[in-house]
């Protein structure tokens, strides 16, 4: 081919070409400047869909929401004791069931306010919901002490620890999917063994406490046991996972997926049923002439036995199916009842034998259900999943 000429030199290139040349080498530039940080989001987003499934760091984390829940989920385990007290001292002169609405109050605010604390946890991580969740919920405790009118007690039980329980109970279980996924049935359920714990022990102090103190001594001592607790849910609980910058707000998406429809309708069923046994076994105990010291003892038993139900029901889970071990764990509780609650009568032996195998079923669905909602969704979303779930279950 022939050529048209001798190239041009540099010095006789036009002040034209030069600007043309020097605007394609600034958007090369730009070019590999966001290719750069295209692959630097990339990198970013990959690395944090990965789990650690273990390590110093998850435990840690799994320590602290075993903490937060034994002070709050175990204390609330054992509400069927400051009903059965009210109802005796401070409160006499209202019905059982008057009683009752301000332990419901309680629980309402617990599992409704999940709505919007979950897809706050989704946006700005753990830390300052934890802090200010634990302030507000020990200094509850600290009030409480000093109530003695039935509007006192609903305010600062059924309101105010309420809805810092939400904080608190809400962030522990979500930041459970921010280090673990394969591994996330077993994780649950030590996190959810706190419950059973403090079902245990709170029940142990408040029967020594009010026998040899004051009311008002008695809630001192659960409100600094419970404030220890909640230190360490402090320091160790952390997100890892960057926040969902569209979060924050509440967003009822998810319940156009059916799956998740019928698993909250599922769970509100057996969160009726569990409830409803804590809150009536003692005074259910003390209809049938059973002692004080049997229905004390009925809730550390069954919540020992929900314990050992957490444990195993998260380890087989991870091998045999979130949603299979929930069937099974279901079709159990239900065996218990009809063999052995709705015989038991007057018989003291039956009834502390129903106690701790009841427990070992409801402690297993009450620690899978959040997993099996984690099936449902990415992990970012686990906080807005579980909050919108648990805040329909709250009706129940």
């Known amino acids: 081919?022939?050529?048209?000429?001798?190239l041009?030199?540099?010095?006789?290139?036009?002040?034209?070409?030069?600007?043309?040349?020097?605007?394609?080498?600034?958007?090369?530039?730009?070019?590999?400047?966001?290719?750069?940080?295209?692959?630097?989001?990339?990198?970013?987003?990959?690395?944090?869909?990965?789990?650690?499934?273990?390590?110093?760091?998850?435990w840690l984390v799994i320590l602290g929401s075993f903490s937060v829940i034994c002070g709050t989920f175990g204390l609330m385990s054992s509400v069927g004791l400051f009903q059965s007290y009210w109802q005796a001292n401070q409160l006499a002169n209202y019905s059982p069931r008057d009683v009752g609405w301000i332990a419901a109050v309680n629980i309402f605010l617990n599992l409704f306010l999940g709505v919007q604390i979950g897809p706050l946890f989704d946006r700005y991580g753990s830390r300052y919901l934890v802090l200010v969740g634990s302030v507000v919920y020990v200094v509850s405790l600290v009030?409480?002490?000093?109530?003695?009118?039935?509007?006192?007690?609903?305010?600062?039980?059924?309101?105010?620890?309420?809805?810092?329980?939400?904080?608190?109970?809400t962030t522990a279980l979500a930041v459970v999917a921010h280090w673990f996924e394969r591994r996330r049935g077993l994780a649950s359920g030590i996190a959810f063994i706190g419950s059973s714990v403090g079902?245990?022990?709170?029940?142990?102090?408040?029967?020594?406490?009010?026998?040899?103190?004051?009311?008002?001594?008695?809630l001192r001592v659960v409100a600094l046991i419970a404030g220890v607790l909640l230190v360490v849910g402090n320091l160790c609980v952390r997100g890892r996972l960057p926040p969902r910058r569209n979060g924050g707000t509440v967003d009822l998406k998810c319940l156009l997926d059916a799956r998740f429809g019928w698993a909250t309708a599922g769970i509100a069923c057996f969160e009726f049923v569990l409830f409803g046994v804590l809150g009536l076994l003692p005074s259910y105990g003390l209809s049938q002439g059973f002692s004080n010291q049997a229905t004390f003892n009925i809730i550390a038993i069954l919540n020992a036995g929900s314990a050992f139900g957490r444990f195993f029901s998260g380890y087989l889970s991870d091998r045999w199916g979130r949603f299979n071990t929930m069937i099974l764990t279901l079709l159990w509780s239900l065996i218990v009842v009809l063999a052995f609650w709705l015989p038991v009568s007057n018989n003291v032996i039956?009834?502390?034998?129903?106690?701790?195998?009841?427990?070992?079923?409801?402690?297993?669905?009450?620690?899978?259900?959040p997993v099996c909602l984690g099936q449902l969704?990415?992990?970012?979303?686990?906080?807005?999943?579980?909050?919108?779930?648990?805040?329909i279950v709250s009706f129940a």
């Open 8 to 58: 041009p030199t540099l010095s006789e290139i036009s002040p034209a070409s030069e600007s043309r040349l020097d605007h394609l080498d600034d958007h090369h530039k730009n070019v590999t400047h966001n290719l750069e940080l295209t692959a630097v989001t990339t990198s970013h987003s990959r690395a944090s869909l990965y789990f650690p499934d273990g390590g110093l760091r998850a």
């Open 1 to 6: 081919m022939a050529s048209n000429g001798p």
């Open 143 to 169: 009030v409480l002490a000093e109530c003695t009118r039935y509007w006192h007690f609903m305010l600062v039980y059924g309101v105010v620890n309420g809805i810092s329980g939400a904080c608190l109970t």
């Open 350 to 369: 039956l009834f502390y034998t129903f106690a701790p195998l009841f427990g070992f079923g409801s402690g297993s669905i009450i620690s899978m259900a």
């Open 199 to 218: 079902g245990i022990v709170f029940p142990l102090v408040l029967k020594s406490t009010l026998e040899n103190l004051s009311w008002a001594w008695a």
């Open 377 to 391: 969704c990415k992990a970012d979303q686990y906080g807005q999943f579980y909050g919108t779930s648990y805040s």
